[in-house]
């Protein structure tokens, strides 16, 4: 479709920053990734996916390092080698996360504290890492991907994942009330987006005002507006990106 698949030529928005990103290899966090070197920002890049971040770092020129977000050690390492070799940090992006599908009853334990540890612990892990070089750039940035089910968590048997993301989208608010006026933080809340996440999720396109699913690039267009000065007068703010889903 032609209004998804035509970039803007770039216009280095975001020449000067640095920025790092996670769940990079896949999806929108690659579609990010992709986006904002061609906005000519220095990007740090994390995933547990080694083999797709090394071959984005080839085409962007990023900086890329294996980390799985729950694992402390890891996060701090891959922040602080980023930071040194990009001479700083001011934006983050949080794309890493995981779906999960099943019933209350279907769903174990050990799963529902998998969801949670990923998608929330995970992105308050990376967060608090990046915060002391973000704290030394007055206007740095941070988002998080939260989801259609942090605003309506109405999709049947993914209560686990609605959780996680309705915690996501507290998270963010709560960041954004800490650190401002310094840092701004907001969240992005995609509806069905075509990623390998949810390939084998198709959904019903009517409950989409548009009509249809979105796609990683509109997505990261609007982290792009989010983590530039065109949004200056916005944090704590929730956009659903989502076809119309969440009001449809
Ligand atoms: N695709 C959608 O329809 C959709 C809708 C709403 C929200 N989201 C959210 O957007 C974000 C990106 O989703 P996507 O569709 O691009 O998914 P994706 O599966 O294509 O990409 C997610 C990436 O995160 C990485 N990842 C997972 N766990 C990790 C960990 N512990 N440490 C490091 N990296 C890890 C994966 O390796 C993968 O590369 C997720 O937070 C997801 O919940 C997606």
């Given at each position: 479709m032609a209004h998804t698949q035509t970039t803007p030529p770039p216009a280095n928005r975001l020449q000067g920053r640095r920025i790092v990103i996670t769940g990079a290899a896949s999806g929108i966090g690659r579609a990010t990734a992709e986006l904002f070197a061609a906005e000519g920002a220095a990007l740090t890049l994390m995933d547990?996916?080694?083999?797709?971040?090394q071959q984005l770092a080839r085409t962007t020129g990023a900086f890329a390092f294996e980390a799985d977000i729950t694992d402390e050690a890891s996060v701090e390492r891959a922040v602080q080698q980023g930071a040194a070799a990009m001479g700083g940090i001011d934006g983050v992006?949080?794309?890493?996360?995981?779906?999960?599908?099943?019933?209350?009853l279907e769903v174990?334990?050990?799963?529902?504290?998998?969801?949670?540890?990923?998608?929330?612990t995970?992105?308050?892990?990376?967060?608090?890492?990046?915060?002391?070089w973000l704290k030394q750039v007055p206007g740095s940035t941070i988002v998080n991907?939260?989801?259609?089910?942090?605003?309506?968590?109405?999709?049947?048997?993914?209560?686990?994942?609605?959780?996680?993301?309705?915690?996501?989208?507290n998270l963010t608010r709560?960041?954004?009330?800490?650190l401002a006026p310094d840092i701004r933080a907001n969240t992005v809340c995609p509806g069905?987006?075509?990623?390998?996440?949810?390939?084998?999720?198709?959904?019903?396109?009517?409950?989409?005002?548009?009509r249809r699913l979105g796609q990683p690039l509109e997505v990261a267009r609007s982290i792009l507006f989010l983590t530039t000065s065109?949004?200056?007068?916005?944090?704590?703010?929730?956009l659903a990106v989502d076809g119309g889903r969440s009001f449809h």
């Open positions: 547990l996916n080694n083999e797709g971040l992006v949080n794309a890493a996360g995981v779906l999960l599908r099943g019933s209350v174990g334990l050990k799963e529902w504290r998998r969801v949670l540890d990923i998608n929330i995970g992105t308050y892990l990376v967060v608090r890492c990046c915060l002391p991907l939260g989801s259609a089910q942090s605003l309506l968590p109405n999709a049947p048997n993914r209560t686990a994942y609605a959780t996680s993301k309705g915690g996501v989208l709560a960041l954004a009330a800490e069905l987006v075509e990623t390998p996440m949810t390939e084998e999720i198709r959904g019903n396109v009517n409950n989409y005002a548009l065109e949004s200056s007068y916005v944090t704590g703010a929730a």
